[in-house]
């Protein structure tokens, strides 16, 4: 089992960036993969982008794309989301999630979930 608490969060102008993290508890954090997920009020959770494993590959949607990086530190047992160039739209409460062997975009596919963190931009 795994327990992720996420920081980083705050306000922001458009066009600024911020850095969220997320850390992990438990031996086998290299076992997971790790998904960012957001939630803005009114809508649906959605997928933000997510890391394999050894933090060989991620993938990402496409709103983000060019935008967004997401990095892992096992030895720390942290996931990181460098957000550049944010928007308005991005404002939303960003959610890391982990699950075991496979990437996925899907959350109910995501076994472990952090509370979260606020994160919004300002016009």
């Known amino acids: 089992q795994v327990q992720l608490v996420e920081s980083g969060g705050g306000l922001v102008q458009a066009g600024g960036s911020l850095r969220l993290s997320c850390l992990a508890s438990?031996?086998?954090?290299?076992?997971?993969?790790v998904g960012w997920f957001r939630q803005a009020p009114g809508k649906e959770r959605e997928f933000v982008g997510a890391?394999?494993?050894?933090?060989?590959?991620?993938y990402y949607a496409d709103s983000v794309k060019g935008r967004f990086t997401i990095s892992r530190d096992n030895a720390k047992n942290t996931v990181y989301l460098q957000m550049n160039s944010l928007k308005p739209e991005d404002t939303a409460l960003y959610y890391c999630?982990?699950?075991?062997?496979?990437?996925?975009?899907?959350?109910?596919?995501?076994?472990?979930w952090g509370q979260g963190t606020q994160v919004t931009v300002s016009s």
């Open positions: 890391i394999q494993r050894t933090g060989g590959s991620t």
């Open positions: 999630a982990a699950k075991e062997v496979w990437l996925a975009i899907t959350s109910s596919r995501y076994d472990y």
């Open positions: 438990g031996r086998t954090f290299s076992s997971y993969v």
